[in-house]
């Protein structure tokens, strides 16, 4: 048995007493007493003999699961992280499922409740429910929505609903079910655009390596159409009745794949990540465990979804650090991906305009193949780009007069300016000028970080904090001077420059 817990990666228990259902199976969820608590635990293997006395030995005191919720090669994925990165297998088992299979929910996930008229009502007419005028307001609200309305849907239009509903239910006037956990999108799909060449030799090479592990490496310049070829091998997965599983380095990507991937592909599509409710998380594991959900989008955590039918695995951006699990059970979604391709027998594709270094060294060794889009698609030119040599033109709080003049004319014409610094707060360095002391870090001898808008100095290693001082805490006299800008001092410039203009 793995429990969540630090330390040996199994413990043995005992059956459950009198136990006739189906033996215990690995993969399989039970409820154990651990250390005076009760966990969820996953049976991982089974024996008759153990090395722990019989007396001391402890029975399972709930079996979760009527069969495995992972199956042998989740399951083998798991011990090699487990191994690889020397974490106990219970956390990382209880990293890996969402959290209301954590708790010991039902691994199985029904839609929303769906309430309609039943075939006997559509035939009834209203003016015979005189006599109960709520009811005969909720059935007229439901004929007018034939295909079912959810609990949330009737609130909005009808206020005490409930009653009502109950009686139209044991009247056998209304009948119930449940919404799909996942939804089809009700338009009609984009037509695909066609391939250049280089996305054709691309997505060909890959579709040519289905049924087999094959790590490719996809290094395309920014809008050569990595996207694209994405989708066209994915259409090719879902035609062969195999599901795709796509990882995203950040939350603030995934709403734009998935409206894009809903545009093209009108298939059920799961998501997996940290920004959405337990319920959904739930809802998206299970479609994508029984094969409902043909294409899963998920954040680094989405590696771990078990699927029915396997057929291409894809890591966008594969170079990001976001696919880095910095707390807890540490490890890397990508190489995860690669292991987890290999174990399922499918092909990967590692893209990204930057590739890492480590993919960069498989692909000379010959592990990986490389596939290249060296042009951007549709002929897109590249940004112009211009350098300015600011040794001769004198900086006004960070900004150049030029640059206020290129900033100007694209404010005259209605256009938006983007302006990036790499400093936070309002200057990087605070001095005295009379005896050259400088706001030094306490902890980590830094440099402190003067953050105006909170009269702080900050420690931007360590995040030590103190107040600011009025005068030097050195010498007690002359003026503080700030040097540098960081991004509240250059706001602070740009809405003196542009005061009409909103930063």
């Known amino acids: ?43 991982v293997g089974g024996s008759r003999h153990s090395r722990i006395p019989a007396q001391r030995l402890r029975p399972v005191l709930k079996v979760l699961d009527t069969a495995p919720i992972l199956n042998c090669l989740d399951m083998e994925l798991l011990r090699w992280a487990s191994r690889y990165y020397h974490h106990p297998l219970g956390e990382v088992i209880s990293a890996a499922l969402p959290k209301r299979l954590r708790q010991g929910y039902p691994a199985a996930m029904a839609g929303a409740p769906l309430w309609r008229v039943s075939a006997e009502a559509h035939a009834l007419p209203l003016s015979s429910m005189h006599r109960a005028p709520r009811q005969a307001a909720l059935m007229a609200l439901l004929k007018a929505h034939p295909e079912g309305m959810d609990a949330a849907a ?48 691309a997505a060909e090479a890959v579709l040519a390596a289905l049924g087999s592990f094959a790590p490719f490496s996809l ?24 599901q795709a599983l796509v990882l995203v380095p950040e939350i603030s990507l995934t709403p734009q794949l998935l409206a894009r991937f809903r545009a093209r592909l009108k298939v059920p599509l799961a998501a997996m990540h940290s ?82 270094l480590e993919t960069l060294h498989n692909v000379e060794n010959g592990r990986y193949r490389r596939v290249c889009l060296p042009a951007r698609a549709r002929q897109a030119s590249p940004p112009a780009l211009e350098v300015i040599d600011v040794r001769r033109r004198p900086l006004e709080n960070g900004l150049s007069a030029y640059v206020l003049a290129q900033i100007r004319q694209h404010l005259e014409t209605d256009e938006q300016v983007l302006v990036f610094l790499n400093r936070r707060g309002y200057a990087p360095a605070l001095l005295c000028h009379d005896c050259g002391w400088a706001a030094s870090c306490a902890r980590c001898d830094a ?57």
């Open 1 to 43: 048995m793995a429990v969540p817990a630090p330390g040996r990666d199994s413990f043995d228990y005992l059956p459950p007493p009198g136990q006739v259902a189906a033996p215990l199976r690995a993969g399989m969820r039970v409820q154990v007493g651990f250390g005076g608590q009760r966990l969820v635990g996953m049976v």
């Open 154 to 201: 009737m609130q909005a239009q009808l206020k005490n609903w409930q009653q009502p509903l109950g009686a139209l239910l044991k009247k056998r006037l209304v009948i119930e079910s449940s919404r799909p956990c996942l939804q089809v999108p009700d338009v009609a799909p984009i037509p695909a655009p066609p391939l250049n060449v280089d996305q054709t030799v």
């Open 219 to 242: 290094e395309g310049v920014t809008g050569s159409g990595k996207t694209e070829v994405y989708l066209h091998i994915i259409e090719r997965v879902i035609e062969m009745g195999q």
């Open 275 to 356: 920004g959405l409710s337990d319920s959904e998380r739930h809802c998206a594991w299970h479609a994508a465990r029984v094969g409902e959900a043909s294409i899963v989008i998920g954040t680094r955590s989405a590696v771990f979804t078990p699927l029915a039918a396997p057929g291409i695995i894809i890591v966008d951006e594969e170079h990001d650090g976001s696919f880095k699990q910095q707390e807890g059970f540490r490890y890397h979604a990508r190489d995860l991906a690669v292991t987890r391709a290999s174990l399922l027998r499918v092909p990967i594709v590692l893209g990204s305009a930057t590739p890492s």
């Open 447 to 503: 440099k402190l970080t003067l953050h105006a808008a909170r009269r702080k100095l900050c420690c931007h290693h360590c995040g030590a904090e103190q107040p600011l001082a009025s005068r030097c805490p050195a010498c007690g006299g002359g003026a503080l001077l700030t040097l540098g800008a960081g991004t509240e001092r250059i706001e602070q410039a740009l809405k003196a420059e542009f005061p009409a203009i909103s930063v």
